[in-house]
């Protein structure tokens, strides 16, 4: 079965700051990874998507991951936290022939302080 | 091009009563996927079809029950509503067949079982 793993439910970082958000994934098989944003009373929106043509995936709005199979990675990174991106954070992990079902971890909420 | 529109948006009921909700996808996309989200269990994969036919299906029960239309809108129904049916249910329009598509996240609906 697969999953994934995000350490850390609330992560605070400062305007202009390094954001890393961490997940872990598990699965038997290379999986497709991606992460998703939700933002309060909204939806969620695709950030990036992993699916193994290349390890570091750049995504909207400055984000980009890195996928790490010796680690079983796929951290969330942006150089510079703007207030605009105060969300909850999403890690999911689905698999070929698995349809287009998503496992989903259980967030991350990023504050971020001026 | 219009979103994925989700009706209603919220909706209050009682226990033991049932519940019908709705999802259009975006035009053109074929395929929808149905999650629920609560804040003890996260983000949990319900259903998903394409062409009016269910393609797979979560750990559910049987009280959850799903259609699609010719027009692709699908309908996601809950009989014998229980208080932990309290939810955001989202739905998801995918362009493609296929595994691994990106997805896209209407608003929701929140139910609120009394």
């Known amino acids: 079965a697969q999953s994934v793993t995000q350490l850390g439910s609330h992560v605070s970082v400062s305007e202009g700051a390094l954001v890393l958000l961490r997940c872990n994934y598990s699965?038997?098989?290379?999986?497709?990874l991606f992460w998703y944003v939700q933002y309060p009373n909204q939806g969620l929106q695709l950030l990036l998507k992993?699916?193994?043509?290349?390890?570091l995936v750049k995504g909207i709005n400055g984000f980009e991951a890195e996928f790490k199979k010796s680690e079983t990675s796929f951290h969330l990174t942006k150089p510079s936290a703007h207030m605009s991106d105060a969300a909850e954070y999403f890690c999911?992990?689905?698999?070929?022939?698995?349809?287009?079902?998503?496992?989903f971890g259980t967030g991350t909420q990023l504050k971020v302080e001026l | 091009k219009a979103g994925v529109t989700q009706t209603p948006r919220y909706l209050i009921k009682t226990r033991g009563q049932q519940v019908t909700l709705s999802c259009s996808p975006i035009?053109?996309?074929?395929?929808v996927s149905w999650y629920q989200q609560t804040p003890g269990q996260g983000l949990q994969f319900l259903f998903e079809?394409?062409?009016?036919?269910?393609?797979n299906k979560g750990n559910f029960p049987g009280r959850f029950s799903g259609r699609q239309f010719s027009n692709s809108r699908s309908e996601m129904n809950v009989s014998t509503l229980e208080l932990g049916d309290s939810a955001l249910y989202l739905c998801?329009?995918?362009?493609?067949?296929?595994?691994?598509?990106?997805?896209?996240f209407g608003p929701g609906t929140r139910l609120t079982v009394l």
């Open positions: 999911a992990v689905s698999k070929t022939g698995g349809g287009n079902k998503l496992t």
């Open positions: 699965s038997s098989v290379p999986p497709y």
């Open positions: 992993y699916t193994s043509a290349a390890t």
């Open positions: 035009s053109g996309h074929r395929s």
């Open positions: 079809y394409f062409s009016e036919t269910q393609r």
């Open positions: 998801a329009s995918i362009a493609r067949q296929g595994d691994n598509n990106e997805q896209f």
